[in-house]
């Protein structure tokens, strides 16, 4: 996931970059709203991945045990990566 989102934001970059006559309105604000709304995804995912499977749905489908309690810190990482955006944005 972290990958993909390296992947993601490079592309993004170099869109940007790429078209130097266009007059940028990207700043600082427009980087952080859309690093919040892939945030927003990645956490609304998880979310929804928990409140939809059990632990042992993920044990029964032939996960090893920790599997589960990791998607829970995921889960709970994605949203404080939320929260901290947020937080960014409200103080800008
Ligand atoms: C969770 O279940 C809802 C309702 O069926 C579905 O719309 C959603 O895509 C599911 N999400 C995940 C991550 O499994």
Same mark, same amino acid.
């Given at each position: 996931?972290?990958?993909?989102?390296?992947?993601?934001?490079? =592309?993004?970059? /170099?869109?940007?970059?790429? %078209?130097? /006559?266009?007059? %940028?309105? !990207?700043?600082?604000?427009? !980087?952080?709203?859309? =690093?919040?709304?892939?945030?927003?995804? *990645? /956490?609304?995912?998880?979310?929804?991945?928990?409140?939809?499977?059990?632990? *042992?749905?993920?044990?029964?489908?032939?996960?090893?045990?920790?599997?589960?309690?990791?998607? *829970?810190?995921?889960?709970?990482? *994605?949203?404080?990566?939320?929260?901290?955006?947020?937080? =960014?944005?409200?103080?800008?």
């Amino acid at each position: 996931m972290k990958v993909s989102r390296c992947v993601l934001f490079g =592309a993004a970059v /170099a869109v940007v970059h790429s %078209r130097p /006559a266009v007059k %940028r309105a !990207i700043n600082d604000a427009t !980087i952080l709203n859309y =690093a919040l709304t892939l945030e927003h995804l *990645e /956490a609304t995912f998880y979310q929804q991945g928990l409140q939809n499977y059990t632990h *042992e749905d993920f044990l029964n489908a032939g996960f090893p045990d920790p599997f589960y309690s990791n998607l *829970e810190q995921v889960a709970s990482d *994605e949203q404080n990566h939320v929260e901290f955006l947020t937080g =960014a944005l409200t103080g800008m």
